[in-house]
């Protein structure tokens, strides 16, 4: 207990528990709050799910559960970015394996490739980078894709993925194809556990981006170039549900 309280200061107890008054039941902020526990430490360990079991009044089973659930949540220190590839199946048919495969080639050391959920780098240091490959990152239309701490870039090669991470490497932030522009993971993940800058500008300047592309639209444009609309949808009544 003593030690989740030294890792885990007063400001990150405050919005634990903000994010508590947002639920009619306060453990209905265990989502959140593990990426909240990720914002400070670039993952959850042990310590955070005593931190999370403390705060919510839960079992370390029950948070533990969740966390092993869910792949957004890291067990192992992630690094300063982490670089999801989708390899499934559209990305992969249109190179998304090879992508995988080449970064892992790229990023590792010793002639061994980084596995899944390896780090090249001190975790957490500046150039560090956690690699993973995705299931589907709902971007087939602009296949193949990879996300970098969840901000997207579009239409990827191999050469196009390692000229990335080379970048990101040497501490810079390319602009992502569309949305928000890239920050650390800490700092997404503190976006997830749902804090933003209340700063107007600060908060456009961060977070706000375009995240449509013509890809995307380009049904929706035919459509209304040739005037097709949906079949009107008739009321129908719901169903009777048994009673229990």
Known sequence: ??????????????????????????????????????????????????FCAQQLGLSEAEVSAVVTFYTMYKRKPCGEHLVSVCTNTLCAALGGDAIYRTLQEHLGEDGKPLGHEETAGTPGEPGSITLEHAECLAACDLAPVLQVNYEYYDKQTPDSAVELVDALRRGEKPQPTRGAPLGDFKSAELQLAGFFPEDEQTYRSQVDGPSQAPETLMGVRIAQERGWTA??????????????
Do not use: I, W
């Not at 079949?231 to 229990?244: F, N």
């Open 231 to 244: 079949p009107a949808m008739a009321d129908a009544p719901l169903p009777e549900v048994e009673k229990k």
């Open 1 to 50: 207990m003593t030690q989740a309280k030294e890792l885990f200061d007063a400001d990150t107890v405050a919005k634990a528990q903000e994010l508590m008054a947002r639920y009619p039941q306060s453990r209905s902020a265990l989502l959140p709050m593990l990426h909240l526990v990720q914002s400070v430490q670039g993952f959850v360990s042990q310590e955070g799910v005593t």
